[in-house]
């Protein structure tokens, strides 16, 4: 089958929001991401291109400067924060410190309703204009794009698939590794155990030599997906949107991985998407084909 997919390349973004969870800081949370793609979505829409819709989002970084110190002799890394001006009497105000990110990062975009005319009218330069006038990405600013493209990718050909992974390469993609989770806890680990078993450098002395190792091979990091939500939705003091039904929510955090993009056999390997699950109050960005989908 074809598929219509925008690929914006080589975003470099600055001050991006590296706090993915309470308590993870990286890679920003995956619902940065398609929350950007929603808006640039809605962006479109407004501006003439009424039938678009963006169906799902692959993010490809290529280089990341995250805002942390470390000392010669510092077991621990700091945060390298922008500290707010000072008061009237010379004292600096009391801040949360907030961790962050300059990154280098590529979109894939699988998009529908954009028609011939559409793309004569303009929508590639439309794409780029709206990206640098109106938005942040992740929380962070946009400084530049390398190019905006429409690309039609046969998702049944592996060598016309290959041929569009290597418009992003030199990169790493971030796909889920929840099947990780799955396994460690189906072996009667608690969901906490499971991930640190799987974050943990362990280092052994053999002969004489150091020799440092994880449990898995690959680039595994945690990753933040989305929300579950605590209570039911109704009205809370204060909320900033009247309008809309408020949710007390925590991080959803699982398992993901860095590959090179060359390593994807299907374009669905690479996209995230959104899903509701109303029973388990779930808001979550799930890929469209996980690693163990693959497998078999």
Known sequence: ???????IQSIRVQNANALSSPYTVGFPAMTAWLGAVHALQRQLVQQGFGNLRFRAVGVVTHDSDLQLYRGPSDYVSSIIGTGNP???????SSFIEEARIHMDVSIVIEMEGLGKRDERNGFVETVEKTLLGRMKLAGGDILGISGVEIVRVDDEDVSETKRFMAKVMPGYAVIDRRDLMIEAMEADRNALDAMIEYLA????CEEGRWISERKSDGWIVP???GFHGLSEPGKALNQRDAETPHRFAESVVTLGEFVMPFRLN???ELLWRYK???ENALYLCEPIKTKQEEGE
């Open 1 to 7: 089958m074809i598929r219509k997919m925008l690929l």
């Open 86 to 92: 000072l008061d009237k009497d010379g004292k600096r």
């Open 201 to 204: 450098i362990h280092h052994r």
């Open 223 to 225: 990753l933040a997906v």
């Open 266 to 268: 299907h374009i669905d």
């Open 276 to 278: 509701y699950d109303e």
